[in-house]
T-cell receptor, first 113, second 113 residues
Framework: QKEVEQDPGPLSVPEGAIVSLNCTYS??????FMWYRQYSRKGPELLMY????GNKEDGRFTAQVDKSSKYISLFIRDSQPSDSATYLC?????????????FGQGTRLTINP | SQTIHQWPATLVQPVGSPLSLECTVE??????LYWYRQAAGRGLQLLFY??????ISSEVPQNLSASRPQDRQFILSSKKLLLSDSGFYLC????????????FGDGTRLSIL
């Protein structure tokens, strides 16, 4: 079993739709959760960074963490064609310093005008 | 603000040739530095990380090595490339020792012929 599972998609939705992206994980030691957006032939760009359970909102993006279910989500409201990219979830434990991030395999998202 | 540079962006090398990929970070001191490899349709795999000059930790045994000759410089090398070394190589940095997120460069796409 992989430590982090993410549906690779592809996911295609019309412009303006609400998008839900999800990851599940098996390691209860994970405490920090991230979502990265990656455009083709570019490096991942940090979108959201959350600690432990709860919600975090930044503009059109909302990250949710449910540690009891080992489940994290990223919601995109009013989706735009520019949101078309691969979205990667990542997580790590709580030990300070350099830490290995464990990534999902990424979900490819297309927003259709 | 901090920036990260990787070069070259694209590289085509014959099997058995040497490799040197360079990554530099600007705008911060004593960052944690990381090398990842991303295979097509898969998540990122951590190869090496460094918490300081000359300090390298390897995550997986392989044909590659890393060095950190200066505070903000991280180099990925190989003496003899294999076909299996093809991939997208990403450098990342984070502030240490607190639990700060990692930020990625735009990567080097390496093709071995």
């Amino acid at each position: 079993q992989k430590e982090v599972e993410q549906d690779p998609g592809p996911l295609s939705v019309p412009e303006g739709a609400i998008v839900s992206l999800n990851c599940t994980y098996s390691n209860s030691a994970f405490q920090y959760f991230m979502w990265y957006r990656q455009y083709s032939r570019k490096g991942p760009e940090l979108l959201m960074y959350t600690y432990s359970s709860g919600n975090k909102e930044d503009g059109r993006f909302t990250a949710q963490v449910d540690k009891s279910s080992k489940y994290i989500s990223l919601f995109i409201r009013d989706s735009q064609p520019s949101d078309s990219a691969t979205y990667l979830c990542a997580m790590r434990g709580g030990v300070q310093g350099a830490q290995k991030l464990v990534f999902g395999q990424g979900t490819r998202l297309t927003i259709n005008p | 603000s901090q920036t990260i540079h990787q070069w070259p962006a694209t590289l085509v090398q014959p099997v058995g040739s040497p490799l040197s990929l360079e990554c530099t970070v600007e705008g911060t001191s004593n960052p944690n530095l990381y090398w990842y490899r991303q295979a097509a349709g898969r998540g990122l795999q951590l190869l090496f990380y460094s918490v300081g000059i000359g300090q390298i930790s390897s995550e997986v045994p392989q044909n590659l090595s890393a060095s950190r000759p200066q505070d903000r410089q991280f180099i990925l090398s190989s003496k003899k490339l294999l076909l299996s070394d093809s991939g997208f190589y990403l450098c990342a940095w984070s502030l240490g020792p607190n639990n700060q997120p990692q930020h990625f460069g735009d990567g080097t796409r390496l093709s071995i012929l």
